[in-house]
């Protein structure tokens, strides 16, 4: 019987109830990794198990968790320390989209709400989650970034910032690391058929777009403990994964 290459791996998946998330930890569930899913939605989390559940033969760890509650990040990152005592994986992919205004006319509690979940959380992450990514053979973290980061599109300011920042964050990460087994990279999935996509681009025809299963099967090999590369962006286009240069 051949091993799964993620045997015996834990793999923490934030935003995981749907969309790229959901997709992400069913394949790395089916690489054979214990995936720890943390999402807002109950409801979600449980149609998530299920289905890991009818694929491997094993249930995921529900965590119904906001990334704005940064002190319940730091306690899950205690209770993966007593529980595993260590973490192989983290998929930072939980965002929201923020309002689609200029930028005048945005409020800054709706702007402070996008930077708390699109990077302060993943800040927090970082801090509580290091420790336990260094305890592994392997760690291998993936952040979901956007091409957003780059076009400065009109209206979309607030989700673009975050996104710039949070590939920023990453790289940093990746330096302050690179001298050990940890590994850290950024993903970017393109325009795919989620429900927040359709809420940014209402008018957009979604049967036009790339479904998350078939992005989530590009973001398991970045997860492996044969992944060498660290502090680079891989973008996802014509199904194929491809070191990305953001401009200078």
């Known amino acids: ?16 109830s749907r969309g790229i998330g959901y997709a992400t930890a069913r394949a790395l569930a089916r ?6 899913a943390v999402a807002r939605t109950q409801g979600g989390l449980e149609e998530l198990d ?3 559940r009818k694929e491997t033969g094993n249930g995921a760890t529900l965590v119904p968790l906001s990334m704005a509650d940064t002190d319940g990040i730091a306690r899950l990152g205690a209770a993966l320390h007593e529980r595993h005592g260590r973490l192989d994986i983290l998929v ?4 929201v989209p923020g309002p ?3 930028l005048g006319h945005i409020d800054l509690k709706a702007w ?5 979940v699109n990077l302060t959380a993943n800040v927090q992450l ?3 989650m290091e420790p336990l990514l260094k305890a592994s053979d392997a760690g291998r973290a993936v952040f979901l970034t956007s091409g957003a980061a780059h076009k400065a599109q009109a209206y979309l300011g607030p989700y673009a910032v975050t996104k ?25 999935p393109g325009p795919i058929r989620t429900r927040m996509r359709a809420t940014v681009f209402p008018g957009e025809d979604p049967m036009t777009l790339e479904t998350p299963e078939q992005v989530a099967e590009f973001i398991v090999p970045m997860c492996l403990p044969s992944w060498t590369e660290t502090g680079k962006l891989y973008e996802y286009k014509s199904r194929a994964l491809k070191s990305f240069q953001p401009p200078a």
Do not use: K, Q, Y
């Open 112 to 116: 402070n709400d996008v930077l708390t």
């Open 92 to 95: 930072g992919n939980a965002a």
């Open 31 to 36: 690489a054979g990794a214990h995936v720890v």
């Open 1 to 16: 019987m051949m091993t799964l290459p993620l045997a015996n791996r834990i793999a923490l998946v934030t935003g995981a």
């Open 126 to 128: 970082i801090r509580c």
């Open 50 to 52: 299920d289905e890991i």
């Open 100 to 102: 689609s205004s200029p």
């Open 164 to 188: 710039a920042a949070v590939e920023t964050l990453a790289r940093v990460w990746a330096h302050e690391t690179e001298r050990t087994p940890l590994r850290v990279n950024l993903f970017s």
